[in-house]
């Protein structure tokens, strides 16, 4: 059963928000979740994972993040009452060094193959399941303006076939004021929108779709949207680190960016590094036991590499070149 829950709220930036439909764990069926999902763009399913389960990995992740100094003394790590003097995020130098250890964590990509999101991605893209090999923690530092997450399109960035979908999960209760996701409903009917050309931003203002809809997500829920639905942060008000885990899935039958499973930057990252540490064998390099079809494809890369504009973009493809 979908259940409209609430009535408009304040979001952190004083607009009115509609609040999310949502689907219980227990409710769940694949008719339902491809309905909402063809119509609104998205699905919030309550209480899907295990609060143990998504304990464990806030826990190792904020272990780690503690011992980096990313939160005031006097407080248990798992508060995540952040320092402001630590204040850090992309493209920061430190955030960059912190962020690999916790990419690297063996938890993180586990998780991302949790049989309860394997069971509801099944249901949504079908047998020949994908789960997207570079799982993204999100760590978001209150009151800094710079960090929030803007309106756009994840196909923009991701590429390969527009027929993906995110898996958005807080690791810890996320009530507005921590900054949690806004969806346009409806939005991801109109293709890839305008947006700004070097920020992959989309104006609120001219972005095509319903309703922005929005309110708490918490530990165990997951909120799951399409390639091409128009989303965004909301500001992180509160005094605390918000943390959270992006998860990419899809059919793999349909086209993938082989970026997304390699290191194409110049800082030296790669999956031997990753997997130093790891004590099981079982989820490295699964990727590369399924058929998979990439675009642009090895033949492409060659020409790219040789042929394109920019020298920053032909070093890029050759880096994943090497790496396919």
């Not at 249901?123 to 929030?148: E, M, T, Y």
Request: include cysteine; glycine fraction near 6%; charged fraction near 25%.
């Amino acid at each position: 059963m979908v259940r409209f829950i609430g009535t408009e709220t304040n979001s952190p930036e004083g607009d009115l928000m509609k609040p999310f439909h949502e689907i219980h764990s227990n409710d769940l069926n694949s008719g339902q979740l491809q309905r909402e999902l063809d119509s609104r763009g998205y699905v919030l399913i309550r209480k899907l994972l295990p609060a143990e389960d998504v304990e464990t990995l806030l826990r190792e992740i904020v272990q780690n993040l503690s011992a980096n100094d990313w939160f005031l003394p006097n407080h248990s790590p798992m508060e995540r009452v952040a320092d402001p003097n630590a204040a850090c995020g992309e493209p920061d130098p430190l955030f960059k060094l912190i962020y690999e250890q916790i990419f690297n964590l063996e938890a993180l990509h586990r998780f991302a193959h949790h049989p309860r999101l394997r069971e509801v991605m099944h249901s949504i893209v079908g047998s020949q399941l994908l789960v997207h090999p570079k799982p993204i923690a999100r760590l978001i530092f209150p009151n800094w303006d710079r960090f929030v997450v803007h309106a756009h399109q994840d196909h923009l960035a991701i590429g390969g076939d527009p027929e993906c979908f995110t898996a958005w999960i807080p690791l810890h209760d996320c009530p507005a004021e921590l900054g949690p996701l806004q969806i346009l409903d409806g939005s991801h009917r109109f293709g890839l929108q305008e947006a700004d050309p070097s920020t992959g931003e989309i104006s609120k203002d001219t972005a095509r779709g319903g309703d922005w809809v929005g309110g708490q997500i918490n530990a165990g829920d997951v909120l799951i949207f399409h390639g091409l639905t128009v989303h965004s942060a909301s500001p992180n008000t509160s005094e605390q680190l918000r943390v959270s885990v992006d998860c990419r899935f899809q059919d793999y039958t349909r086209t993938f960016n082989p970026a997304n499973a390699v290191f194409p930057g110049s800082n030296g990252k790669s999956w031997e590094t990753t997997y130093a540490n790891w004590r099981s064998e079982e989820l490295k390099y699964f990727w590369r036991q399924i058929p998979l079809t990439f675009k642009p494809s090895r033949e492409e890369l060659v020409e790219l590499i040789e042929t394109d504009d920019s020298q920053r973009m032909r070093t890029r493809y050759a880096r994943v070149l090497s790496q396919i």
